[in-house]
């Protein structure tokens, strides 16, 4: 029987991608529209997750997305995602995403995400990934925080579909 492959997290990871903010992505508050950070994210979750599994991926859920702080006019963004763990078709991605102004060279940390994908085969089925190789100490501690997650979405998702087995009785 073979092992199922596997790959370490630095084949997939996005490192301080970087974005310019200009005035059109700014709010009523002038700070950086949050969605449009959050669609960035998930798009970046996506090239992730593809990487990782060499297939085609879908967001399955988002989940945790915490703004930190404010975004402002003249930030530049760095978005980094890495691969925190795979479990049969899905797998976590998280985002840590800094504003750094381009002129100091300061960074705020301004918001964490996990998203989970599922990858599809060519007929749009659910099909296995390769398993996470995490490197490092704190690889690891997301490797493992990503199973608690994982626990807690599924502990979720069970208590709900009580509650509506309930109602519908």
Request: net charge neutral; with cysteine.
């Given at each position: 029987?073979?092992?199922k492959?596997?790959?370490p997290?630095?084949a997939?990871?996005i490192e301080?991608?970087?974005?310019?903010?200009f005035?059109?992505?700014?709010?009523?508050?002038?700070?950086?529209?949050?969605?449009m950070i959050?669609?960035?994210?998930?798009?970046?979750?996506?090239?992730v997750?593809?990487?990782h599994?060499a297939?085609?991926?879908?967001?399955?859920a988002v989940?945790?997305?915490?703004?930190?702080?404010?975004a402002k006019?003249?930030?530049?963004?760095?978005?980094?995602?890495?691969?925190?763990r795979?479990?049969?078709?899905?797998m976590?991605?998280?985002a840590r995403?800094?504003?750094?102004?381009?002129?100091?060279?300061?960074?705020r940390h301004?918001?964490?995400?996990?998203?989970?994908?599922v990858?599809?085969?060519?007929?749009d089925?659910?099909?296995?990934?390769?398993?996470?190789?995490?490197?490092?100490?704190?690889q690891?501690?997301r490797f493992?925080?990503?199973?608690i997650?994982?626990?807690?979405?599924?502990?979720?998702?069970?208590?709900?579909?009580?509650?509506?087995?309930?109602?519908?009785?």
């Open positions: 029987m073979s092992e492959p596997s790959k997290v630095s997939s990871a301080k991608h970087v974005y310019k903010v005035p059109n992505d700014m709010n009523a508050h002038d700070t950086v529209f949050g969605g959050m669609a960035k994210c998930d798009r970046l979750a996506l090239v997750a593809e990487r599994s297939h085609v991926c879908v967001t399955a989940d945790s997305i915490h703004f930190r702080a404010p006019g003249n930030d530049t963004l760095l978005f980094s995602l890495s691969l925190n795979s479990w049969g078709s899905s976590e991605i998280g995403v800094e504003a750094e102004n381009s002129y100091t060279g300061e960074t301004i918001l964490s995400a996990f998203f989970t994908f990858a599809l085969d060519a007929n089925k659910p099909v296995d990934v390769p398993a996470v190789i995490p490197e490092g100490g704190a690891k501690r493992e925080n990503a199973e997650r994982r626990e807690g979405r599924l502990k979720t998702r069970a208590q709900l579909a009580k509650v509506a087995d309930n109602k519908g009785a």
